[in-house]
DNA sequence: CTTATTAATGTAATCGATTACATTGGAGGA
DNA sequence: TCCTCCAATGTAATCGATTACATTAATAAG
């Protein structure tokens, strides 16, 4: 393995016309600089960036903190992180947390070890304070699940109007009866989407039931026990709303098991138009993010924070999208 | 941001101490750890790891390159690599290569640049030459998808069997026309998959028939659309053994749009069992591989070979599992 | 009481780059 | 001819840790 040192002693220059060249400094003459560039390729040399990253005291990588890599949503993501990234030089790595804040804690010491640059943040766990003091101190932003309030700019969509447009499609195709199904956890959008919800039956003068409100963990287990549950019901809903694609599919699992059809019978919506929606029978329908956008966007913030840009804004909302498919009209 | 030397000042000791004292040294007396400690904490401080790794020339930190994170496959044998890597003092660095050469080339430049310590490839793409060359200079694995002969330790599992025992399956149900549905790749997996099914149907004396062997690219719209030009031939098969949980539940939408009742009048195998396969209506018969411990493996192999321990031997195949559900049993 | 040994600590070199500052030599102007 | 200026290059400090080697002081051995 060559140093700077070998290039500088076989192209009979100093470790400082290498590094000018290594940098395009023009600075160099033509001459020189050919002659070092022919050193670099005899040697097959590869600057050590271990060298650069302590003296400029920047890594050139970000790190990306998500629940779980094995979630479809993120993937998307990922890449529009990934997209603008490497436009800038820059290089990701993806970190599965466990939507553990102990594992984010874990994870954050990258950056106070200055092993990383700045960190986005898919679906943040740990404290709100926590949050905020990193924020001060780092280059962060949230994308897609945020905390509001600490300083830290977050990429989102309109989670409310998304679920509003979400039960309207429902309302409009004539169902009265709609149940629906959130989760109880403390990220934004599963309070905003059940807002949304309320808002769109209110509008359409139908009664708020909380007995057809029920609760998963985003998961398709716990959409297929809640569609069973909503099967024993004496009073059953004719449609249903999923805060998740996966849920919304445990759902309908479940009734197709109890014999009813989808969607004469019964109507279902999820959220988030993983892949799987369009493959499954029936097809789902469901809320798109622009998920790509989102990580560029997401990604381009935590640029302009390298660059020293104090971001004036807290919130980026991004258009969301309607997805009509086989699970609620035929 | 304070450094070693702020803390030696504040502790009234050398930065030798110090860093005895960070690194556990028992050349330290008690009572100057307590100062030094104390100091640590007054100050908040955090060592700077660019500047330990590189006086020690390592990272601590391994690549994993996976063709892309939005494959749930990989999500588990992650996790294995993660497990592993964190009990002994690592990170690990996810990438998505797109199944491209040339962004795995990018990637690796991080090895040639000290980034990281070693590489763990779960399907790689460059060519045999350039692999060979990158494990003789340093620490890989690859795990899942393979090449051979090329001095590069993998971790997989026996594809010929496991095929073999997928479609023996089908025969043991009564099937004896039985379509595949493989990949052109140059994965070897797919050649050893398709291998396993010619021996299984010759072993039970079933004539090999190639208008009903098909070709996909393992998703879900491949596999559909083979499904339709099955549902078209003349002479239709009874099952399909698909190398991929992708295409096999592809299949089975396409010919669940037929009409034709899944497993009474067409069974479908696929492979990986991927998390889908138990969501689906049918429920996807498959062959289960058991990834978190090949993760596990692979990152042991990758530690064998940071502690400069030469692996004798190239191959390393754990044990499959037949997973039987609705597509082909009732 | 002197010397050898060793535990505890300090000094300074080192990893491999970047870069502030110093130096050199040649072109152009007076 | 001499001086100024600047392009091109070199020297050496620097980033923040680790660690080989030096030093000190205390203890044990003779």
Redesign the interface.
Known sequence: MSTIQDVAKLAGVSVATVSRVLNNSNLVSQDTKKLVEEAIKKLDY??????R??RR?E?K?ILVLLP???N?F???V??GI?KVAHNNGY??????TDSDAKRERM?L??L????TDGVIFMAPKIEKAELAEIGKNYPVVQCCEYKEGTGVPYVSIDNFSASYMAVKHLIDIGHRRIAFLGCESKFNSAMQRKNGYIKALEDHEINFDDSIVLYGDYT?NSGFSVGHKLMALKNRPTALFAISD?MA??VI?AI?EKGLKIPDDFAVMGFDNI??TS???PMVSTISQPRYDMGRAAMELILKQLQGVQCNYEELLLEHELIIRESTVK
Chains 1, 2 share one sequence.
């Open positions: 590869q600057p050590n960036l271990l060298g990253n302590l005291s890594t990588m779980n890599i094995s479809p993120y993937s998307k990922v890449k990934e290089n990701v790595m993806l970190c599965n994870y010491d990258l106070k070890n200055h092993l398709f996966f599919i445990g699992k197709k892949s799987f493959m499954y029978d």
